[in-house]
């Protein structure tokens, strides 16, 4: 599997933010975006542009293999 560019992540993130709005007071995030986010604020800071998929903890995979099952129509 290819790598996973910061602006997949990203696009990955918002598909979950749209998909689960945040709820509650706090607005928090649904599982998929929360997993997701790690990954993401860590490329920020490590300044990568660029992700293995098996670099990702097992929340974190499902939440992308679902993205991408679910946006290619699977």
């Known amino acids: 599997m290819s790598d996973i560019t910061i602006n997949e992540l990203e ?17 928090s995030l ?3 975006a ?9 490329m920020i800071v490590q300044r990568q542009t660029r992700l293995s998929p098996e670099g990702l903890d097992a929340a974190a995979r499902e939440a992308w ?7 290619n129509g699977l």
């Open 11 to 27: 696009a990955a993130i918002n598909f979950w933010r749209s998909r689960s709005p945040s709820s509650g007071d706090e607005l």
């Open 65 to 71: 293999d679902s993205y991408v099952r679910l946006k």
């Open 34 to 42: 929360s997993a997701l986010s790690k990954p993401y604020a860590q």
């Open 30 to 32: 649904c599982k998929e």
